[in-house]
């Protein structure tokens, strides 16, 4: 009987073995499926360095094998050209891209809202918003016309750049329009957006059909989006997201130092300190490292400057400036000149990069900064000025008439002798009779003997 209960003992643990290897793979699995989520974080304005790194990381993720992308958004907007390369990348990649607004307090305007419409799936965090999305004319000129007035009759016809805003604002509508019948969402919305500069919030981008969905984090994103179809490169796919770990795509290195050079407080502080580099070299030549850093910054800032939306006549003005403060410095003109320089230069530097594109400026504190310390530079150069104007000479005849010194020798009524004048030995000649040691001061010069009487 013992016998008989071991080997059904040993039978039932068989079984239990069995069963718990075999359940194990689909526990394990039901747990973490199989895949990740890459994770794109765009934060700041959009640049050519951000839309390097979107690109760079989508092709990453493809490489690497990932199930979807999330693209987390928070930027003021930014370059048209910059937008339109990351909306290209998007359209092009083979995963199911995810445009997701966070974290709380985020914003995707202007450049924003179009990457958004590009996602496959348009998510956002609570207390985010979108929209103002209306292209402005780089220059500080004014916004876009917000709709086709016609011409009152026997009026003129609107200029040439009406037209030029108008062809912009046109083409912008009907790209985002494009993205929003692509992807199934409120094309009217987004017309406003662009037209008439208009924004939602979370909630009122979700019941307009701007968005698909809200979450809070990018987890409850993925358990969310779960499930729904979306269209990838022209082929109907199912999401299978919950679950899945997500894995950041940080910016390389080249990305990161792009993002720092095409900051245009970065590349503004680059050309100056190239320009004032190169002007130290060339009064005091030979100390080589003025020269060495001056050339090297002024590459990099003016590499920053092509990647960048100058306004060039900004930049004459202040090339302007520092020419007529080193012109102080070499004529001086009692602050005429140098003052002309400090004006010229503090408004080229406010209109170096061309306003209206958001995150495309330079802190005004900078600028401030530097002006003021190129004032204190030329108050400091004006008074040493005006010291050296009401010092006496420090050469020739006139110097040596106010000159004293010691009699190294005893000199005769009318005689001559040495002396030690101003650190040098001179032959003098006196008409008063003086001993070894007195002190004389000069009167007159002939030649090189000095006429001296006791001082």
């Known amino acids: 009987m013992t016998r008989w209960l071991r080997m059904l003992a040993g039978a039932l643990l068989v079984m239990a073995t069995t069963v718990s290897t075999a359940a194990g793979p689909t526990a394990a699995g039901a747990l973490r499926p199989h895949g990740f989520v890459a994770r794109i974080e765009l934060t700041g304005p959009i640049g050519p360095a951000a839309a390097e790194y979107v690109d760079d990381s989508l092709q990453r993720a493809h490489r690497e094998g990932a199930t979807a992308i999330v693209l987390q958004l928070d930027t003021p907007g930014g370059l048209s050209d910059s937008m339109r390369q990351i909306i290209a990348s998007i359209l092009a990649a083979r995963q199911p891209v995810l445009g997701f607004v966070a974290p709380s307090g985020a914003r995707a305007a202007s450049a924003g809202t179009y990457i958004l419409y590009a996602c496959q799936i348009a998510a956002m965090a609570p207390a985010t918003h979108l929209g103002a999305a209306t292209p402005v004319q780089l220059g500080g000129e004014n916004p876009l016309p917000l709709g086709n007035t016609p011409a009152a009759a026997g009026t003129a016809a609107k200029p040439a750049e009406d037209a030029e805003a108008a062809k912009v604002l046109n083409d912008a509508i009907a790209s985002i329009r494009s993205?929003?019948?692509?992807?199934?969402?409120?094309?009217?919305?987004?017309?406003?957006?662009?037209?008439?500069?208009?924004?939602?919030t979370a909630d009122e981008a979700l019941q307009k059909h701007v968005i698909d969905l809200i979450a809070n984090d990018t987890d409850s994103l993925l358990t969310r989006a779960d499930g729904r179809h979306v269209q990838v490169a022209g082929s109907d796919v199912t999401l299978k997201l919950a679950?899945?770990?997500?894995?950041?795509?940080a910016p390389s290195g080249r990305t990161r130092f792009l993002g720092i050079i095409t900051n245009p407080t970065i590349a503004y502080v680059l050309l100056l300190a190239g320009m004032y580099g190169l002007v130290l070299e060339a009064f005091h030549p030979g100390v080589l490292l003025p020269g060495v850093a001056g050339a090297i910054c002024l590459l990099i800032g003016l590499y920053a400057l092509q990647l960048l939306p100058v306004n060039y006549a900004g930049l004459a003005l202040m090339v302007l400036g520092i020419g007529l403060i080193?012109?102080?410095?070499?004529?001086?003109?009692?602050?005429?000149?140098?003052?002309?320089g400090i004006i010229a230069f503090v408004l080229g530097s406010i209109l170096l990069f061309k306003s209206g594109v958001p995150g495309y400026a330079v802190n005004l504190g900078?600028?401030?900064?530097?002006?003021?310390?190129?004032?204190v530079v030329l108050a400091l150069l004006m008074r040493l000025v005006m010291k050296s104007r009401r010092a006496r000479p420090f050469n020739g005849d006139t110097q040596m008439l106010l000159a004293?010194?010691?009699?190294?020798?005893?000199?005769?009524?009318?005689?001559?002798?040495?002396?030690?004048?101003?650190?040098?030995?001179?032959?003098?000649?006196?008409?008063?009779?003086?001993?070894?040691?007195?002190?004389?001061?000069?009167?007159g010069r002939d030649g090189l003997l000095l006429r001296v009487t006791p001082s």
């Open 179 to 200: 993205l929003a019948q692509l992807n199934g969402r409120n094309a009217e919305w987004a017309e406003q957006a662009v037209r008439g500069a208009a924004t939602l």
């Open 404 to 443: 004293t010194g010691e009699l190294l020798q005893a000199v005769s009524a009318g005689g001559e002798s040495w002396a030690r004048i101003s650190g040098e030995q001179w032959r003098v000649r006196c008409e008063s009779a003086l001993p070894a040691g007195a002190r004389v001061r000069v009167v």
């Open 366 to 375: 900078v600028i401030g900064g530097i002006a003021v310390s190129a004032m």
């Open 326 to 340: 080193l012109t102080e410095a070499l004529v001086p003109s009692v602050g005429a000149i140098g003052l002309g």
């Open 243 to 249: 679950g899945l770990a997500v894995r950041d795509y």
